[in-house]
């Protein structure tokens, strides 16, 4: 017979089984996967991870993301220069889902992840009005979307070259891409079990 | 709370969006569990889990086979014709030196969804035929490491809005593979969203017991 407290059970991040709380290395009991690799850098690999993705941003931002050469004449435009080019062009939806993609998915996750690190931290959201583990998971589901810049890149720059227009990949892309791969891996390298455990103080 | 020994907690779960922990209760073929905090679903008891499992994802494998094979659109701009397969997508990118861009493109829409598709097809037929009680195990872990880093889905909406682009510019041609691809990114979500991998972990338990 073994008595425990319920706030002693986590769950496994690998196959979602129920495992206690042993301290500090746990294996889970199920696919012996180990819980916790860390017991003092428990969000350093997220905040190293998170930062090279904020810096990645700043060029993805600066640099031309899509550049159209035609008739020999070379022309760039940045994220936000296309979504205000497609909305003067009437195309709002495409604005919208651009806009949103590139520039609205990156800066709330950057702000949540900042938010969820700090506040697993410092004492700050105690008052539980936020519930913390439902805006890790809001930064899970959304957090890949932000491709779908560099995926509308790769398709245009490989379905147009003619010998007068062509349309090719800019440098943005290629920072963009990293700052997006950059905050997926932050947002996996951030241990959940820290909310959890902040919450009971 | 008190339990005879560990093996009793795999009669506990925890909900996955809210962390709230439940006792598993035993529930009728084809209906679902939900979280009685937040809602979402627990998980779902399907006797014949195995059986679609393995048919469903090897019919994914072959839209997504399909969906390589053929151009994904046509277009004509002005009488110059052209088209895009999916590995052309990043192969163009390689050919104009766009390597960190090209591989992650790669590893996103080509090799994560056709391992992960393959892979679920061997732990449906492993599960399928009772047979492999470890290697499933390793299977299903390498599946929760691969999954988030799948995007055939985003790749979809992608080539929506590039067309949606090129309205006005161009004439547009559906190519065979996109049919393909609507139909693997639909299968795909069935196979690695409402097949949670929790379930997947309880029929092994019960088969392997």
Request: proline fraction near 3%.
């Amino acid at each position: 017979m073994i008595e425990i407290d319920e706030k002693d059970l986590i769950r496994c991040p690998i196959c979602e089984a129920v495992n206690i709380n042993k301290g500090k290395h746990n294996v889970c009991r199920r696919c012996q996967s180990s819980i916790y690799k860390h017991t003092k850098f428990r969000t350093e690999k997220s905040w190293a991870y998170l930062i090279t993705a904020m810096i990645a941003y700043i060029p993805a931002n600066l640099y031309p993301m899509l550049i159209t050469s035609q008739f020999g004449h070379r022309e760039g435009s940045t994220i936000l220069g296309g979504v205000i080019l497609l909305w003067e062009h009437g195309s709002y939806p495409i604005a919208l889902v651009i806009f949103f993609a590139s520039i609205v998915i990156p800066l709330l996750k950057f702000m949540i992840l900042i938010y969820l690190l700090i506040s697993v931290k410092y004492p700050l959201g105690k008052d539980k009005k936020v519930n913390k583990h439902k805006l890790f998971y809001l930064t899970e589901i959304i957090g890949p979307w932000s491709m779908i810049d560099v995926f509308v890149v790769a398709i245009l720059a490989g379905l147009i070259h003619m010998a007068n227009i062509q349309i090719l990949a800019g440098t943005a892309s290629t920072a963009f891409a990293l700052s997006v791969f950059f905050t997926l891996l932050s947002a996996h390298a951030f241990d959940e079990q820290l909310i959890e455990e902040h919450n009971r103080g | 709370m008190k339990l005879r020994n560990e093996e009793e907690l795999d009669k506990l779960v925890i909900c996955h969006k809210c962390y709230t922990i439940h006792q598993e209760a035993p529930i009728k073929d084809g209906t679902k569990a939900l979280c009685s905090h937040c809602g979402s679903v627990l998980y779902r008891y399907d006797s014949k889990l195995a059986n679609n499992g393995l048919a469903l994802s090897i019919t994914a494998l072959i839209f997504l086979v399909l969906a390589n094979i053929f151009p994904i659109v046509m277009i004509d701009i002005l009488g110059n014709e052209s088209y895009i397969t999916l590995t052309k997508t990043f192969l163009m990118l390689f050919d104009s030196g766009f390597f960190i861009v090209g591989f992650i493109v790669m590893f996103l829409i080509f090799v994560f969804p056709f391992m992960i598709t393959f892979l679920y097809m061997l732990i449906f037929a492993l599960l399928y035929f009772k047979i492999g009680k470890n290697l499933s195990k390793d299977i299903l872990v390498l599946i929760s490491h691969l999954e988030p880093w799948s995007m055939a889905e985003i790749f979809l909406v992608s080539i929506l809005v590039a067309l949606v682009k090129l309205i006005g510019y161009a004439q547009i041609h559906m190519g065979v593979s996109f049919w393909a691809l609507i139909a693997y990114v639909m299968l795909d979500i069935y196979i690695t969203r409402t097949i949670k991998l929790s379930e997947i972990w309880m029929l092994r338990n019960r088969i392997y017991k």
